[in-house]
């Protein structure tokens, strides 16, 4: 596990968007795992601003909120439409995530993950963290085992993302998420964290005993995962 702790939030964006860009760049058919969140934000306007050309890359986000139909304003299908996939013109048969509104949730986590195998696996998996901990929506207590699955979310973690619905009510309480033991399978892992709000998050992900306590901990058996920091995110680590 490398860590990279960058000055600030926008320059931890742009390096991991570079990476990104650097990867499609040397070799254009890649697949990429792709995620949403508040992080992500930065990293894809800067991605869109770099211009890669991705007209040959496929993409596989981490998760979906289940109840949610891909035209949801606050559905993850939307925002990687607004902020990645329309800014570049990818070409939709290429950008994959779970279906929120799959009448048989559980099957279309077991289909999402052989379509990720189909696909050949993931080249880069792109990934934020939750202040617990989480990865993809993999919360504390997720089997470091696990593949694509239905989780119930926390209360935690629906009311960090309360944010972007109008009420917490709003807040769907499962998704579907790839597992850690599928994130794990990706050739190579970048996550990003920004904010002091992570800081403990991104203390136990690299110092921690690996745990499903803090599910991103998973990541020091990885061989090739990249963290990536601002100052704040890395204020906990020794
Ligand atoms: C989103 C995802 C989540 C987020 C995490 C951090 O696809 O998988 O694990 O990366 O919840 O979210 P933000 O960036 O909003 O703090």
């Keep these: 596990m490398k860590v990279l702790i960058l000055p600030d939030a926008q320059k931890a964006a742009d390096r991991t968007a570079e990476v990104i860009a650097a990867t499609v760049t040397a070799r254009p058919d890649a697949t990429l795992g792709l995620a949403t969140g508040g992080t992500m934000e930065g ?51 290429r950008t994959h995530l779970p279906r929120g509104d799959a009448p048989d949730p559980e099957a279309e986590a077991r289909r999402y993950e052989r379509a990720i195998a189909d696909a050949g696996g993931i080249d880069l998996q792109l990934l934020g963290i939750g202040r617990n901990g989480h990865i993809g929506f993999n919360e504390p207590s997720s089997s470091l085992g696990s593949r694509c699955r239905i989780k119930t979310l926390t209360r935690a973690t629906r009311d960090a993302n309360s944010r972007f619905f109008a009420s917490l009510d709003e807040v769907p309480r499962h998704a579907i998420t790839m597992g850690i033991a599928t994130i794990l399978d990706a050739r190579r892992v970048v996550l990003l964290a920004t904010g002091s709000a992570k800081a403990r998050a991104v203390a136990d992900m690299v110092e921690g005993p690996i745990s499903a306590r803090c599910p991103a901990s998973a990541l020091q058996l990885h061989p090739a995962a990249d963290i990536i920091c601002d100052e704040a995110a890395a204020a906990e680590l020794r």
Excluded: A
């Excluded at 007209?55 to 979906?64: H, K, V």
């Excluded at 109840?67 to 570049?88: E, N, V």
């Design 43 to 93: 990293v894809y306007e800067h991605l869109v601003t770099l211009g890669p050309d991705m007209s040959r890359s496929t993409t596989f986000n981490l998760d979906e909120y289940v109840g949610l139909s891909p035209d949801h304003p606050q559905s993850y299908r939307r925002f990687m439409q607004t902020h990645l996939f329309d800014p570049l013109g990818m070409p939709r048969k």
